[in-house]
């Protein structure tokens, strides 16, 4: 089931406005230049802002995204036409040969059960060509990131074309690495209170490191985040020449 935030038109079109600052896709854009990397698969692209950066930097560009409304608003960008959209899971890729794969957005964390992250795994892995990595980021749990709050992360945003629109997010359910939260936005236009309920999962470093080298990746590091310093961890896998 895709979150709300990315399905339902009216709280994508607000997505970008709402976070505009996307400075933590500049540690992706210095690994694309770091690692050489001249195509890329972006999984779990959303409404598209760094698979068009990249495609404005002459990197040829797959992006793909089970929501279809995000993907219409990615689409609509400048550069968008020089991107390929897919619409799906990593799962559903044809047959590709990057260089890079990339999650970005805590995208990894979407994946609940072992065996829906081990099919993303090996999806990617066969769409990466010898010796192409996967990079992605997932939060530390050790950070316990879980532990918002209503008042710290309130925001009241006015957007243009939309009015003002209020946030913030409250956590429902502590589950093990499971956290269940809910995100409320309010439209002072109209007075609407869309809410969404995603799920994400907070695994371990050695549990990712682990999931790596079962689904055939070698992980050559783990970073951190240097927006996120001591609450992101950044794996760099890589798959092997054979």
């Not at 899971?89 to 992250?117: C, E, H, I, K, R």
Request: aromatic share 8%.
């Amino acid at each position: 089931m895709v979150d709300p935030v990315f399905a339902e038109r009216r709280l994508v079109e607000i997505y970008d406005p709402l976070d505009p600052d996307r400075s933590d896709l500049d540690a992706y854009v210095a690994m694309v230049d770091e690692f050489g990397a001249r195509t890329v698969l972006d999984i779990g692209c959303g409404t598209g802002t760094f698979a068009c950066l990249l495609a404005d930097r002459g990197v040829a560009v797959t992006a793909v995204d089970p929501a279809a409304a995000s993907l219409e608003v990615a689409r609509a960008k400048p550069g968008a036409d020089r991107v390929r959209w897919i619409h799906g899971y990593a799962t559903d890729l044809p047959p590709l040969n990057v260089d890079l794969a990339t999650m970005t957005g805590n995208v990894a964390q979407v994946s609940l059960t072992d065996q829906d992250w081990d099919a993303t795994l090996r999806a990617v892995r066969a769409a990466l060509r010898l010796g192409g990595r996967l990079v992605f980021e997932t939060r530390d749990p050790a950070a316990k990131a879980w532990l918002w709050n209503r008042e710290r992360s309130h925001r009241r945003v006015a957007i243009p074309g939309v009015g003002d629109v209020e946030t913030w997010v409250e956590v429902l359910d502590l589950s093990g690495q499971l956290v269940s939260f809910r995100w409320t936005f309010v439209f002072h236009s109209d007075g609407a209170r869309p809410t969404s309920d995603p799920t994400l999962r907070f695994r371990s470093r050695h549990e990712v490191t682990a999931s790596l080298r079962a689904a055939g990746f070698a992980v050559d590091d783990v970073r951190d985040a240097p927006d996120r310093p001591g609450r992101e961890m950044v794996f760099v896998a890589r798959r092997p020449d054979q």
